[in-house]
T-cell receptor
Framework: ETGVTQTPRHLVMGMTNKKSLKCEQH?????MYWYKQSAKKPLELMFV???????ENNSVPSRFSPECPNSSHLFLHLHTLQPEDSALYLC??????????FGPGTRLTVT | EDQVTQSPEALRLQEGESSSLNCSYTVSGLRGLFWYRQDPGKGPEFLFTLYSAGEEKEKERLKATLTKKESFLHITAPKPEDSATYLCAVQDNQGGKLIFGQGTELSVKP
């Protein structure tokens, strides 16, 4: 594997379900990010991790819970989501906060 | 407050018809301005970083330039495979988060 990978690529879940998104970076970077991308809106930063420590939580609802066990892996745990949470969720990584490299995204649909 | 505005929102070109995309920004102190390309249903693909006014970078048919208030992405003799959404983002000199614009959707017809 190269670059930034995300699984699953597509996810459909009910509002009462619990699911997790996974991101892995193979670039030797030390910072990882979660973004939300909704139609016709700019990318919204959700969380930032530097050296496994969360350094930013951009006022994200508690139904989104991030986890970063090491510098290469990042998870986003989802529970009791709302239909408006349907979006493309993107993971990115960078080296010391410079250029960010993105994964392919997870297309999430909440029914 | 840091802000990025891209124009136009959508641009339709004929193959070979050169044009430019604009990214206007306000930031307290610029660390870097970034251009990305995003194809439908995929993650953004990094293109360029510009650090200071007057800087230019090129890649194939794309050339990015930077002034103190805006950046341009010039597309020379575009091909249909250049069709995508182009995103601009700025980062302040505190090394903080990227602020993205809403993107320009480029369509190049043969």
């Amino acid at each position: 594997e190269t670059g930034v990978t995300q699984t699953p690529r597509h996810l459909v879940m009910g509002m009462t379900n619990k699911k997790s998104l996974k991101c892995e970076q193979h670039l030797g970077h030390n910072a990882m990010y979660w973004y939300k991308q909704s139609a016709k809106k700019p990318l919204e930063l959700m969380f930032v991790y530097n050296f496994k420590e969360q350094t930013e939580n951009n006022s994200v609802p508690s139904r989104f819970s991030p986890e970063c066990p090491n510098s290469s892996h990042l998870f986003l745990h989802l529970h009791t989501l709302q239909p408006e949470d349907s979006a493309l969720y993107l993971c990115a990584s960078s080296l010391r906060g410079y250029e960010q490299y993105f994964g392919p995204g997870t297309r999430l649909t909440v029914t | 407050e840091d802000q990025v505005t891209q124009s136009p929102e959508a641009l339709r070109l004929q193959e070979g018809e050169s044009s430019s995309l604009n990214c206007s920004y306000t930031v307290s102190g610029l660390r870097g301005l970034f251009w990305y390309r995003q194809d439908p249903g995929k993650g953004p693909e990094f293109l360029f970083t510009l650090y200071s006014a007057g800087e230019e970078k090129e890649k194939e048919r794309l050339k990015a330039t930077l002034t103190k208030k805006e950046s341009f992405l010039h597309i020379t003799a575009p091909k249909p495979e250049d069709s995508a959404t182009y995103l601009c983002a700025v980062q302040d000199n505190q090394g903080g988060k990227l602020i993205f614009g809403q993107g320009t959707e480029l369509s190049v017809k043969p």
